[in-house]
């Protein structure tokens, strides 16, 4: 038996007026969804426990099968190992976002103008954190370039207890009560109006507003915490396993749990990513000898976050493109399970993540339950009846059926 989750990070939604109340999974086409939808088994699951940040980090370790309960320490810690950085016991890590904000004010009165400064890209803002951990960095304070506008700053013997705020969840807003507070907070505050000071004048922000694209003026930290230690997902599953991602936090959850990470070239975290490369990809982890691939599209997320609703209806259908090519070639395989749901909820309305409950599909080669509904969506798969309140099982009922 092969299997294969195909997860669209962020697809689920709520019902937007514009599009005659129906969800973005509503609206957009879906014929390969729905055809499992249709044959399979459609159900819930919870995969942000109460009292947890609805976040990727919190959600794909449920999705994965690990209970944040026991496992979660943080965010950055579990990006920091896809980006190859060792930390010690004493160490915190934090997400280091390079940001757009206005210029207009002191600090503390700028608006979160974009929490990704225009999607810039790695080589950019590689040369900006570089001259960031030149200029501010310290023996005890270390920067490191990443993917994107994601990047890491480790901390030696620092706090883990601050108070700190995704800046994708208050895009277009004044920031002022958003800053770090609490212990550590006012070292990394001063580290973040130092950087806008660093980088407004940089010669490569100049460059990119001559351009008509915004600057990253400023770092932003959030995610912070400590190492992370995951049994590993053959122990718990007696599967070999493969993570495909264009993101370091899902390559790093797979790391820890001793997962193989595979490179597909090209791949963007967008809806211009390379689709077809990944999907390629995955059903060649499976040739080789794989028994599981996880395979993470991050697009559906990005259009969310940015409020865009006919680029997060794009990215859905190309989801499920990418489904119709899987099911194309899982057939050369004999039996395989296919698995397909968000990590959590990204409404558009509100641009950030919530921690409602997400829609999954399961069909297993051969399978014909000749649902009645024939659709895979929000509201279909709730009147399944068919619920996981603890997302971290639905791993189990995947492989076991149980």
Not at 175 to 198: C, F, H, V
Not at 284 to 308: F, I, M, N, T, W
Not at 315 to 341: H, N, P, R
């Amino acid at each position: 038996m092969k299997y294969l989750i195909l997860l669209g990070d962020g697809m689920a939604d709520y019902k937007i007026k514009e599009l005659n109340n129906k969800t973005p999974l509503q609206k957009a086409r879906t014929p390969h969804m729905d055809r499992l939808a249709a044959k399979g088994v459609l159900g819930t699951a919870s995969t942000v426990p109460a009292g947890y940040p609805p976040g990727s980090d919190v959600a794909n370790l449920s999705v994965m099968g690990y209970d944040p309960a026991e496992y979660y320490t943080g965010r950055s810690p579990l990006e920091a190992v896809s980006m190859g950085v060792e930390l010690e016991p004493d160490d915190v890590a934090f997400r280091c976002n390079l940001v757009t904000l206005s210029e207009e004010g002191a600090y503390e009165e700028k608006t979160m103008i974009d929490y990704s400064a225009d999607e810039i890209t790695t080589p950019e803002s590689g040369e900006l954190i570089r001259q960031i951990d030149k200029t501010l960095g310290t023996e005890d304070i270390v920067f490191h370039a990443g993917f994107r506008f994601r990047h890491l700053m480790v901390w030696k013997g620092g706090p883990a207890g601050c108070k700190l705020t995704p800046p994708h969840d208050i895009s277009g807003r004044v920031i002022t009560e958003y800053l770090p507070r609490d212990e550590g907070g006012a070292t990394l505050l001063k580290l973040m109006k130092e950087s806008y000071n660093l980088l407004s004048g940089h010669p490569l922000n100049k460059k990119r507003v001559d351009q008509g694209l915004r600057p990253a003026n400023s770092v932003w930290f959030w995610g912070q915490g400590k190492k992370p230690s995951l049994t590993s997902f053959y122990e718990k599953y007696g599967l070999k396993a493969s993570v495909i991602s264009a993101v370091d936090l899902i390559k790093g959850i797979g790391i820890s749990a001793g997962l193989d990470i595979v490179a597909v070239e090209n791949v963007t975290g967008t809806v211009e990513t390379n689709f077809r490369g990944k999907v390629a990809a995955a059903l060649d982890e499976l040739a080789k000898g794989q028994d599981l691939v996880y395979l993470h599209v991050e697009a559906p997320d990005a259009a969310s976050h940015r409020g865009e609703t006919g680029t997060k209806i794009k990215a859905i259908e190309m989801v499920d493109e990418m489904l119709g090519l899987l099911l194309a070639g899982l057939s050369q395989f004999g039996d395989y399970k296919v698995m397909t749901l968000p990590d959590h909820p990204t409404p558009l309305s509100i641009m950030t993540h919530t921690d409602k409950p997400v829609p999954f599909v399961i069909y297993t080669s051969g399978q014909d339950n000749k649902n009645a509904n024939g659709v895979y969506d929000e509201e279909a798969a709730a009147k399944s009846g068919l619920v996981f309140p603890e997302g971290h099982k639905l791993m189990d009922y995947f492989i076991h059926g149980r």
